[in-house]
């Protein structure tokens, strides 16, 4: 906008300067007039364009966030009944945001990344047994989540992904008994 402002100014200046070289004293003077009020004009909107610039330049560029969802590493909890745990698998999820997470769904894959037959949920009994399982499950604070495979096998290996509401990318944690025990993608 600036530079239309001297552009047409500089016009206006020339053809003040054609018409004082054909001794045209009154229309010389309006263009003059013209041409002043132009550049100050200008000067008036460079200021106000490089005050806006300055202002954007402070402004804090949005970056992205990391996931507010962390997730602790897998492991066979504790039971009463001590042979039900190796087909159970718990973890804590941790909420970083202000707002309610929510976990929609969770996927298991075994090492050859087939999809497990599993329940999950954020309770079990004594036995390992999910109670309310596959229902969303409400992330405030940290919750629990416990995965059982329905074929009661013991699970040496698995591949959790669990989908939520804060991303469509989902949280990925891998258990491996006999590797260093967990992996965090």
Not at 91 to 96: A, E, G, R, S, V
Request: aromatic fraction near 10%.
């Amino acid at each position: 906008m600036t530079t239309g402002f001297r552009i047409t100014s500089g016009i206006f200046a020339l053809l003040s300067g054609i018409l004082w070289h054909f001794d045209y004293p009154r229309l010389f003077l309006f263009f003059t007039v013209i041409a002043i009020l132009l550049l100050f004009v200008s000067l008036f909107t460079h200021r106000d364009e490089t005050k806006k610039a300055e202002i954007n330049a402070d402004t804090p560029v949005p970056t992205m966030e990391p996931d507010p969802l962390i997730v602790s590493k897998l492991s066979h909890p504790a039971l009463r009944e001590r042979d039900h745990r190796i087909s159970v698998l718990g973890c804590t999820i941790f909420n970083k945001s202000r707002q309610k997470g929510v976990t929609t769904k969770v996927n298991a894959y075994d090492k050859r990344d087939n999809l497990m037959n599993i329940t999950w949920s954020n309770k079990i009994d004594d036995f390992g047994n999910p109670i309310n399982p596959c229902e969303l499950i409400g992330i405030i604070d940290k919750e629990s989540l416990f995965v059982r495979a329905n074929d009661g096998k013991k699970i040496e290996f698995c591949k959790l992904e669990i989908i939520h509401s804060f991303s469509d990318t989902p949280l990925t944690v891998t258990f491996d008994e006999y590797a260093d025990g967990w992996k965090l993608s």
